[in-house]
């Protein structure tokens, strides 16, 4: 490992050497997964063809309440296929949070734009609109919103700086499936977005992802891209250098499966939350919650300690008790690719070294939350008597 945390979001439980009884995430494929998955086996439609891609691209911009989606093969591909739709590249700037998952800052970096990082509002997590402000150059193309851990960028502010200085707002939505602004699902308030299907997404197809849009030319760029560059009226003729990013049927019939529960996935997520902030409340920990009008997913439930030295004991602790968590992602500013520029982000860097995911996943028994909840009652308990 080259530095601590590197890989970690990435990581299912399976794959790590401890073994925890709770892990920090897990899909849940008990519903139609098997059956849609064994009909493409059965039908020998395995590849990027078949019926259930239209119908998993149909439904999802049905949920999402948007116009036009198209399925791709990850999340991280999605954003660099949203970004070259927008005809984004180099000598660009693309204004993006630092307190992100890396993809996000690296699609844009993939296009040869450069990112250009932004401070976290210390409630919310989420980008600070003042900086995204002060941050636009006559070189900004675009502002790439990511509504991290499942709570909602302030999207009133973010479109007026965007409509104000002319540049496309990008909402990285990989974390944010159900999570929903002022009644509307994410998604729809930018040009273009992009969403994730890993296998620790509220929703997943193993691997996969989807870009969606309200806007009829940018869904047909983003599909041509996304098909080699395909030209519309001649075979093996291309028009442009474009990508193989095709979902396959396979991925698309366990989608499918998913957001048949999405409901119920979103719903037992949120439930999660409240009992962790009830049965936390005495502690001196933060759960971190939703603020304005806003709907937030949960997809990683997340707590802060007070001093960022309690953050890595307290981990330990609960890895002690076979309970996996995850540190905050790490500020994309102090990470060796994007750090030769000297930057501070205070509210991102605070956030980041005093955070934790806790489980989040929606099959998690009432009995493992109270699990939990003890072994961190337990941690502050021992703290106090050493202290
Ligand atoms: C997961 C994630 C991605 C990338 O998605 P993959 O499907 O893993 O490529 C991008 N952005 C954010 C914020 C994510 O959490």
Known sequence: MLYPGAGSDCRLAHDSMTTYHIPVYQPDLSGNEKRYVLECLDSTWISSKGRFISEFEGRFAEFAGVTYAVGVCNGTVALHLALVTLGIG???EVIVPSLTYIAAANAIAYTGATPVFVDSLPDTWQMDPADVRRKVTPRTKGIMAVHLYGHPCDMDALSAIASEHDVFLIEDCAEAFGSRYKGRHVGSFGDIAAFSFFGNKTITTGEGGMVV???????????????Q???????????????????TNICAAIGLAQLERADEFIAKKRQLAKIYREQLADLPVEV???????????????????????????????AKSGIETRPLFYPAHTMPMYAARYQRHPHAED?????????????LTLKQVKDIVSAIHDFFSQAGKTA
């Open 90 to 92: 180099p000598g660009d």
């Open 213 to 227: 849009t309200n806007d009829k030319t940018l869904f047909e760029r983003a599909r041509h891209f996304k098909g």
């Open 229 to 247: 560059g395909l030209a519309a009226h001649r075979e093996y003729w291309h028009d442009v250098i474009g990508y193989n990013y095709r979902l």
């Open 288 to 318: 971190h919650g939703e603020f304005g009008e806003v709907t937030h997913s949960y997809w990683m439930i997340s707590i802060l300690v007070k001093k960022a030295a309690e953050r890595d004991p307290l981990r330990a602790h609960l």
């Open 351 to 363: 956030i980041a070294w005093r955070g934790i995911n806790l489980p989040s996943w929606p099959g």
